[in-house]
């Protein structure tokens, strides 16, 4: 879901070229998520090996990522922890439209109209246990490093952007410029195109950066006021916000100090600003780029999971030598 908040912040788009030789904290749960559900067959179907085994996921992580390096590009992925209890009514919303998707896809399977099964395909993606360990596994082999958040996967990249360690968070949502990320990088794992929202259609994607304090001095107030526009609006821990308030109307709210007025229409917005301005994170990660293990990345993608190996071959070549570049950015360099 996300917060609404595309038309109140500045963004600038940017070309792959421009992130060369930066680090970034990607929203590992957010883009293999869009793997999910991009990477299929006509009718709708993931990509499984012959024991049946869903491989969408692993397919996006290795050749999008290729990609990244190959560009020059070091991203470090960040997987999502226990959420607060406060998300739990997203959470059943997500799951509500999912389901309702899977009657929607097995109707319209029925009556061979495939076009519209993998639309609502599209929208069944279920991230399990197993795809996430495993996609650990691979990032493991193609030696870049992962951190274990302790909640939001978003709130733990921002932190890293905050501190430096990262040059910006990577991830669809704008989550991310609440909890305080410097910069947000979005459309990073998207391949060209994407689907227009219930259409069948497909429009380019642009890879777009959005830089914090600038969009802070165009709105004219700071972090906190941000926020609190945000649970005005709604957010993933208060779905829907308050009533009859939409993006324009809550910049309008803040930039005439009448938040208050509308405070109390908020169950405990305190601590719902607390989530984004104080989030549970960790400070327990180490960012280390290495080689390759392509020992392991064969086993993994072609022993097990039945991926051509010319094909690994081919992407590794595009990416050879690229661990000496980053061999000589430290920590915090960008």
Same mark, same amino acid.
């Given at each position: *879901?996300?917060?609404?908040?595309?038309?109140?912040?500045?963004?600038?788009?940017? @070309?792959?070229?421009? #992130?060369?030789?930066?680090?970034?904290?990607?929203?590992?749960?957010?883009?293999?998520?869009?793997?999910?559900?991009?990477?299929?067959?006509?009718?709708?179907?993931? #990509?499984?090996?012959?024991?049946?085994?869903?491989?969408?996921?692993?397919?996006?992580?290795?050749?999008?990522?290729?990609?990244?390096?190959?560009?020059?590009? *070091?991203?470090?992925?960040?997987?999502?922890?226990?959420?607060?209890?406060?998300?739990?009514?997203?959470?059943?919303?997500? @799951?509500?439209?999912?389901?309702?998707?899977?009657?929607?896809?097995?109707?319209?399977?029925?009556?061979?109209?495939?076009?519209?099964?993998?639309?609502?395909?599209?929208?069944?993606?279920?991230?399990?246990?197993?795809?996430?360990?495993?996609?650990?596994?691979?990032?493991?082999?193609?030696?870049?490093?992962?951190?274990?958040? *302790?909640?939001?996967?978003?709130?733990?990249?921002?932190?890293?952007?905050? $501190?430096?360690?990262?040059?910006?968070?990577?991830?669809? %949502?704008?989550?991310?410029?609440?909890?305080?990320?410097?910069?947000?990088?979005?459309?990073?794992?998207?391949?060209?195109?994407?689907?227009?929202?219930?259409?069948?259609?497909?429009?380019?994607?642009?890879?777009? *950066?959005?830089? #914090?304090? +600038?969009?802070?001095?165009?709105?004219?107030?700071?972090?906190?006021?941000?926020?609190?526009?945000?649970?005005?609006?709604?957010? %993933?821990?208060?779905?829907?916000?308050?009533?009859?308030?939409?993006?324009?109307?809550?910049?309008?709210?803040?930039?005439?100090?009448?938040?208050?007025?509308?405070?109390? $229409?908020?169950?405990?917005?305190?601590?719902?600003?607390?989530?984004?301005?104080?989030? #549970?994170?960790?400070?327990?990660?180490?960012?280390?780029?290495?080689?390759?293990?392509?020992?392991?990345?064969?086993?993994?993608?072609?022993?097990?999971?039945?991926?051509? +190996? %010319?094909?690994?071959?081919?992407?590794?070549?595009?990416?050879?030598?690229? +661990?000496?570049?980053?061999?000589?950015?430290?920590?915090?360099?960008?």
């Amino acid at each position: *879901m996300g917060i609404n908040l595309k038309d109140l912040v500045i963004k600038h788009p940017i @070309e792959l070229a421009d #992130l060369k030789g930066k680090k970034l904290a990607v929203d590992a749960f957010n883009a293999i998520f869009q793997f999910l559900s991009s990477i299929r067959q006509a009718d709708g179907t993931p #990509l499984k090996d012959s024991h049946g085994n869903v491989t969408s996921h692993l397919s996006g992580l290795f050749y999008r990522t290729i990609n990244l390096i190959e560009a020059g590009i *070091m991203p470090c992925f960040v997987f999502d922890g226990k959420a607060p209890e406060e998300k739990q009514a997203t959470q059943e919303a997500r @799951e509500a439209v999912r389901e309702g998707a899977r009657q929607k896809y097995a109707a319209a399977l029925e009556k061979g109209e495939l076009a519209e099964a993998k639309k609502y395909a599209q929208q069944t993606s279920k991230l399990t246990g197993e795809m996430i360990s495993e996609s650990k596994e691979l990032l493991d082999a193609m030696g870049l490093p992962w951190v274990q958040a *302790m909640s939001e996967g978003e709130a733990q990249c921002s932190y890293m952007a905050k $501190k430096g360690h990262v040059w910006a968070a990577a991830s669809q %949502d704008y989550d991310s410029i609440l909890y305080g990320a410097t910069r947000l990088v979005r459309n990073l794992s998207i391949s060209g195109k994407r689907k227009i929202a219930n259409t069948l259609k497909l429009q380019k994607v642009q890879l777009e *950066m959005i830089d #914090l304090s +600038e969009t802070l001095n165009y709105l004219g107030f700071d972090i906190d006021s941000f926020i609190k526009m945000a649970l005005l609006i709604g957010t %993933d821990y208060n779905p829907g916000g308050v009533s009859g308030i939409g993006p324009k109307t809550a910049l309008k709210v803040i930039r005439e100090g009448k938040f208050d007025e509308y405070a109390e $229409k908020i169950p405990s917005w305190k601590k719902l600003f607390d989530l984004f301005k104080n989030p #549970l994170v960790t400070t327990d990660y180490k960012l280390d780029w290495k080689a390759p293990d392509e020992k392991k990345l064969k086993e993994i993608l072609v022993d097990r999971h039945d991926f051509k +190996e %010319d094909r690994i071959d081919a992407a590794l070549k595009r990416i050879a030598g690229k +661990e000496d570049e980053r061999k000589q950015k430290g920590l915090g360099e960008f």
